[in-house]
């Protein structure tokens, strides 16, 4: 206003004697937004980020990130081996890898100078096996030329064929970065990247559809990246994860953790950051601007009892882990219930009737229809994979998936001594069950989506995760919420910058 006054003086003193035509300025104020993020994931982080890049000084977004743990970066969490990072290093505990073509992971590695590492250490030779409960169905060598020809033998062509699909769909997958527009539904991007048979069919029925595949590199190889993932077979979950499970090549972490690149995300955005609150209610609030225009605010209460109110709200959490009781839907997608172990010790070779050295380093167990040889039909455990050597013990750090709690009974069976053990249950991710348009979690939660959305709404990221769920998946879905704001608040007066990548001057 102080601006407005002065130029205002400016243009109605008198300049000279005669009387002049003036031709006046229109100054645009700035328009104030408030936006609350629940969750300090990889989805809420980069939420916040890209806010903070795209609406230019015409438009100021304020952003309030609440957190309801003490630490940012959500599954994705280190732990320190033996609670001593500085002797041992440290595990992943999470979200674990990525890879070269996800672009926002690559590109903050790089704008935050970050460090790219391998998630096992490279004195650790890793060599696949799959396990059967009394044989290794397929084991590789420390021979890549022999591991080839073996697999060219047991297989055929198929690894050449499975590779061509997965290229052809991951290829589709990456149109989505020059995607211009945002979406409100998702059966838009599904259609649009042409994913109807992969998210609609089992992988199990997608792949007897094509024809002339190895039932056994189905089995053996495809099921056990599936297992490994996503802790999932071939005939319960959809193609496009199965798919998704098989594009790990080239699989990169970052030195020090992955949970940095959310940190960064989080503290370059400039949000006000409450960790250690929990979201317990948001109510509606009609409240009206000068002009007499009714306008929708969100008011979000705390487990501390404090109340705010703001513009749009992004729920960057799964709905089943949050206290918002009334955005839940009938079509919430069940989570997948996943053990993470970590091991300190000296693998028991004997186990697996072999020597120490020709022990794989990563052990996937076997799914249907090979299940004959585990109690009950039920693999005790999915992965066992040695991540890790502790060089003043000769120990090796292992980390196991299980879709039940390992015993110390079965870990005795697998381990000849331990000298420490760490065990974390959570909801890892989605069951990537098949999915028809109408099954699909919304995406505005609330707010007019018949043209667009109106100037406030509360939006879900995590319905992307039933397409499938990797940190890289849950920063393009939140990308497309910050986009929807983009288009709705910069519409009016076309004052904002184009939105680009999202990056900004970053």
Not at 80 to 93: A, N, R, T, V
Not at 117 to 122: A, E
Request: charged fraction near 20%; hydrophobic fraction near 40%; include cysteine.
């Amino acid at each position: 206003m102080k601006l407005s006054a002065i130029l205002l003086l400016l243009f109605v003193a008198p300049l000279s004697s005669h009387t002049l035509e003036q031709t006046p300025i229109h100054v645009h104020p700035v328009v104030e937004k408030r936006v609350a993020i629940i969750g300090g994931g990889a989805a809420g982080t980069s939420a916040a980020f890209w806010l903070s890049n795209v609406f230019g000084s015409h438009i100021n977004v304020s952003t309030t990130l609440y957190e309801r743990d003490s630490y940012l970066g959500g599954r994705s969490i280190t732990v320190p081996i033996k609670d001593d990072e500085e002797s041992y290093g440290y595990m992943e505990l999470g979200a674990s890898i990525f890879v070269p073509v996800n672009y926002n992971l690559m590109n903050a590695t790089k704008r935050f100078n970050l460090t790219l590492t391998t998630l096992v250490d490279r004195n650790i030779s890793e060599r696949i096996g799959v396990w059967d409960g009394e044989q290794f169905l397929f084991q590789e060598t420390s021979s890549g030329w022999f591991d080839k020809v073996r697999a060219i033998w047991r297989y055929g062509l198929t690894p050449l064929k499975i590779k061509k699909i997965v290229s052809t769909i991951t290829g589709r997958w990456l149109d989505i970065y020059h995607e211009s527009s945002a979406f409100v539904h998702m059966e838009t991007i599904v259609d649009k990247l042409g994913l109807g048979d992969e998210v609609e069919m089992t992988a199990a029925e997608y792949y007897a559809k094509k024809g002339g595949l190895n039932e056994r590199y189905l089995r053996e190889i495809v099921q056990s990246a599936t297992r490994v993932n996503y802790g999932q077979n071939l005939d319960s979950m959809h193609a496009l994860g199965s798919h998704i499970s098989m594009a790990a090549a080239g699989a990169k972490s970052i030195k020090g953790g992955n949970f940095q690149i959310f940190e960064q995300f989080a503290l370059r955005s400039n949000a006000d950051i409450r960790l250690n609150t929990v979201v317990t209610d948001i109510q509606t609030s009609l409240e009206y601007d000068s002009e007499n225009r009714p306008i929708t605010r969100y008011i979000l209460e705390t487990d501390a009892g404090t109340m705010e109110s703001f513009d749009a709200v992004i729920v960057a959490a799964p709905l089943q882990s949050t206290n918002l009781k009334s955005f839940r839907r009938p079509e919430m997608p069940e989570y997948k219930t996943i053990h993470v172990t970590l091991i300190a010790g000296v693998p028991n070779s004997s186990y697996f009737d072999k020597s120490s050295i020709d022990v794989p380093t990563t052990i996937v167990t076997t799914g249907p229809p090979y299940v004959d040889h585990f109690d009950n039909g039920i693999p005790p455990w999915t992965t066992f994979a040695q991540h890790k050597i502790v060089h003043d013990s000769n120990e090796t750090v292992v980390k196991m998936f299980s879709e039940r709690r390992v015993t110390d009974e079965q870990l005795n069976e697998l381990f000849e001594s331990r000298s420490w053990t760490y065990r974390k249950e959570w909801d890892a991710y989605p069951v990537l069950k098949t999915l028809k348009s109408s099954n699909w979690m919304p995406i505005v939660l609330d707010g007019n989506t018949e043209n667009g959305i109106d100037t406030s709404g509360i939006f879900y990221v995590n319905s992307f995760e039933s397409l499938f769920s990797t940190m890289e998946s849950q920063t393009v879905a939140s990308k497309n919420i910050v986009r929807l704001l983009h288009q709705e608040w910069c519409a009016p007066a076309q004052d904002c910058p184009e939105f680009g990548d999202g990056w900004g001057s970053h």
